[in-house]
């Protein structure tokens, strides 16, 4: 069984930045796909960047050049490190463990319970 938590999530102007956790419990993180997933009011889950165990990357269209995924499997931990936000990035986003593939809609069986961006002025 693998818990995710989030964190880093708040409040920030458009153009600015933040970064997001994730931190895993248990020692097979290491092998997992793992991913980043948000939820604006009224839509779907979508997928926003995923890490393979190696180091190679996958990014929504809509946030390539803005947005970087990364991890480290000595810390067992995520990141999402986000920049020139816009309004239109205000969601919730999900910490997600097991992606079956890179570009998964689904995700895998484990996630976190979700952490707030807010993109406003």
């Known amino acids: 069984q693998v818990q995710l938590v989030e964190s880093g999530g708040g409040l920030v102007q458009p153009g600015g930045s933040l970064r997001l956790s994730c931190a895993a419990s248990?020692?097979?993180?290491?092998?997992?796909?793992m991913g980043w997933y948000r939820q604006a009011p009224g839509k779907q889950r979508e997928l926003v960047a995923a890490?393979?165990?190696?180091?190679?990357?996958n990014y929504a269209d809509s946030v390539k050049g803005r947005f970087t995924i990364s991890r480290d499997n000595a810390k067992n931990t995520v990141y999402l490190q986000m920049n020139s936000l816009k309004p239109e990035d205000t969601a919730v986003y999900y910490c997600?463990?097991?992606?079956?593939?890179?570009?998964?809609?689904?995700?895998?069986?484990?996630w976190g319970k979700g952490t707030l961006v807010t993109v406003s002025s």
């Open positions: 890490i393979a165990s190696g180091g190679s990357t």
């Open positions: 248990g020692s097979i993180f290491s092998i997992y796909i």
């Open positions: 997600n463990g097991g992606m079956p593939t890179m570009r998964s809609s689904i995700g895998g069986n484990y």
